[in-house]
């Protein structure tokens, strides 16, 4: 029994390692997506060279948000708990229960 308890560690230790290097890889993957919108955009490249500087900042700020948001996104659907999903319908709640009090 001993020597299957450790096995059973051993492997369930692979299983976090593995996971660990999968989230790695996706900030990483992330990272590079923010690097390349930066660049496009301080050079005028790709979808800001026919805009004017005003839309240009615009755009920025739209495709950068949305480039976290699908990271964010990701890790939050990734999540085995959706504790903080919970937590944002809970003061949801209480915010509409406060409403009715009054």
């Known amino acids: 029994t001993g020597i299957c308890s450790a096995v059973i560690v051993f492997l369930t230790s692979l299983d ?29 490249a790709g979808e800001y060279a026919k ?15 949305n480039i976290i948001a699908k990271d964010v996104g990701n890790f939050e659907h990734n999540r085995n708990d959706n504790s903080f999903s919970n937590i944002n319908n809970k003061e949801q709640q209480n915010d509409t229960n406060s409403d009715k009090i009054i």
């Open 16 to 44: 976090k390692l593995k996971q660990h290097v999968q989230n790695w890889v996706k900030y990483r993957v992330t990272s590079e997506a923010l690097k390349r919108e930066m660049n496009l955009y301080k050079h005028g």
């Open 51 to 65: 805009l004017k500087p005003k839309e240009q900042k615009v755009r920025f700020v739209e495709n950068y948000e």
